[in-house]
């Protein structure tokens, strides 16, 4: 939809004094009316007098302008001898009557400039009202005004006028009236000049009456959407919020790291960055529904947030859920982990400055009890297995001295290498007799008349010692027996021996692993320190009361400005 541009303004300037006008009107009154004379073939009126083209010089219409009749030193006298037709007497009576209804500037104007639009042959304004209405056109319908507006870019669909060779030069839009002539206010009505002044007057007036009407709009816009809602949100902030006591404190999580500590992590041993994820880890325990509800089971949290005293947008109903509680725990409890110091702080807000330092307090203990359960899972995680292997190595020694114990036992002798050993020097000293014996004899058995009854006794002695060594022999190496043989128990309790020994061995490696173990994660172990105790405050941290109702204005602002924005570029997408 294409809005038609305005018409341009023009400004009239009238350039006869007022003695002048007032000589022409006189003249005009006085000037006879001539009777009508013949028209010439061309149809021009002609009064006897010859021109210089051999024909009749015709006379010029009544309605026409100063600029228009030829200039003579009497001003406007009528010359002798002009006749005028009875239509242009009819016209002249018609514009007589028009000038007497006190139209204005602009209505003539346009008048012009439909008539114009008609292609109507006026003379001057008031010919194109005349004409205007003799057609049945009302010149000042405000429909025939807007089409007369031509868009930019556009050609007018007036076709132009083609004046004749002899017809008079139409005049210049726009032009009320004749400059020869002045319109004299009749009595009781006002003059052009007071009329142009009264009408200037009535536009200003309509002017200030819409930016007055527009203002008004604004504001009451603005007081809806702005300032109705920011004066709420300051009655709420100055008469109705609770005020609420913050408690502040500040804690550390460290970690005391061994000194031989080496690499990438001997590095960061000494800094916030070795406990960083510990503190994150305590910092989200704290916001957690687990703390909120252990809160309310030791401190009551949702007993206190429920009293009647407490305004309603801060305050639990008797029936609020969890969900509810922990939208109300996250609002007055505020937790921050500061990575560059290590520190993380809180501050923990309440209707009372006592309960918000219990509550502040409780917390921390919470955190606390968090942190020594994190160190005992990493103390389990890492001596877990040292201790398995201890307890591993235990066992195996206790079996291996079970079975020890089961060989000695199984054989009734205790010491099986020492009977063996006893066995062995007997058989070695019997052989040391046997031998002795055995040189008996033969040294018996050398004279050249023995002595049968030594040699038969030293024979003796040589058979029984030969029959105890074999026996003691037999006894350290019977196989009629098997394994329960002195040979084949020593060789056992050997080997039960020396697994006994090595078992001995393991755990006493074992035993050492678990008590570096424990050192280390004894070294590695965190605690968490207060640096900042909670205390209870003197004064309500909120509500801000002025800054809230500045933010809330500056909200409200840029909400009703976007809004504004997004419908005006709405509307002109629309329109376009």
């Not at 252990?294 to 009293?307: C, I, P």
Request: aromatic share 4%; with cysteine.
């Amino acid at each position: 939809m294409t809005t038609k541009p305005k018409a341009k303004k023009f400004r009239i300037r009238r350039t006869t004094s007022e003695a002048e006008q007032a000589s022409e009107t006189e003249a005009a009154t006085a000037r006879p009316v001539a009777p009508p004379q013949p028209q010439g073939s061309d149809g021009a009126v002609t009064n006897g007098t010859p021109s210089s083209q051999g024909g009749v010089k015709g006379s010029q219409p009544a309605g026409a302008t100063a600029q228009e009749r030829p200039s003579t030193t009497e001003g406007a006298r009528v010359r002798e001898g002009q006749v005028s037709s009875a239509n242009e007497e009819a016209g002249a009576t018609d514009i007589e009557e028009i000038k007497r209804e006190g139209l204005t500037g602009r209505q003539l104007r346009l008048a012009r400039r439909v008539a114009q639009k008609h292609d109507l042959p006026a003379t001057s304004d008031y010919d194109a009202v005349r004409l205007l209405r003799q057609r049945g056109i009302d010149p000042f319908k405000r429909a025939n005004m807007l089409e007369l507006v031509v868009p930019q870019g556009q050609k007018s669909n007036v076709p132009a006028t083609q004046p004749a060779a002899n017809a008079p030069k139409p005049q210049t839009l726009p032009q009320t009236v004749d400059k020869g002539k002045t319109n004299v206010a009749a009595p009781g009505q006002l003059s052009p000049a007071e009329r142009r002044n009264r009408e200037i007057r009535s536009i200003q007036r309509d002017i200030a009456r819409r930016r007055r009407r527009k203002m008004a709009l604004l504001g009451a816009r603005l007081g809806a959407f702005v300032l109705l809602p920011t004066f709420i949100a300051g009655f709420y902030y100055y008469n109705v919020a609770t005020p609420m006591y913050a408690s502040h404190s500040e804690f550390l999580v460290l970690k005391a790291d061994s000194a031989g500590a080496s690499g990438f992590g001997g590095l960061l041993s000494g800094t916030q960055f070795a406990t960083s994820q510990d503190s994150i880890a305590v910092q989200a325990y704290l916001q957690s529904k687990v703390a909120m509800r252990r809160l309310d089971e030791e401190a009551g949290f949702r007993t206190h947030f429920s009293q009647d005293w407490i305004d309603p947008i801060q305050r639990l109903t008797p029936d609020a859920t969890n969900d509810d509680a922990y939208k109300i725990y996250k609002r007055n409890v505020k937790i921050g982990y500061d990575p560059t110091e290590g520190v993380v702080r809180m501050e923990v807000s309440a209707a009372e400055p006592e309960v918000a330092a219990e509550f502040s307090r409780r917390l921390i203990s919470y955190a606390q009890e968090n942190v020594n359960h994190l160190s005992e899972q990493k103390r389990a995680d890492q001596v877990g297995d040292a201790e398995d292997a201890l307890e591993l190595a235990e066992q195996q020694r206790r079996d291996a001295q079970a079975e020890l114990v089961r060989l000695q036992q199984q054989g009734s002798v205790l010491d099986p290498e020492g009977v063996i050993a006893s066995l062995r020097s007997q058989i070695n000293t019997f052989e040391l007799q046997l031998q002795q014996k055995r040189l008996e004899l033969a040294a018996l058995e050398d004279n050249l008349r023995p002595n049968a009854a030594k040699v038969e006794g030293t024979a003796a002695d040589i058979k029984r010692l030969e029959a105890l060594i074999d026996t003691l022999n037999k006894r350290m190496t019977d196989a009629s027996q098997g394994e329960n043989s002195l040979a084949s128990l020593s060789v056992k309790i050997q080997m039960a021996q020396a697994d006994l020994a090595t078992r001995d061995m393991m755990l006493q490696s074992a035993l050492q692993q678990v008590e570096q173990t424990r050192m280390e994660a004894n070294r590695q172990v965190r605690y968490l320190t207060t640096a900042v105790e909670p205390v209870p405050a003197d004064t309500p941290s909120s509500p801000r009361k002025f800054e809230n109702t500045i933010l809330a204005f500056l909200i409200f602002s840029g909400i009703y400005l976007m809004c504004a924005l997004t419908a005006s570029i709405l509307r002109e997408q629309v329109s376009s």
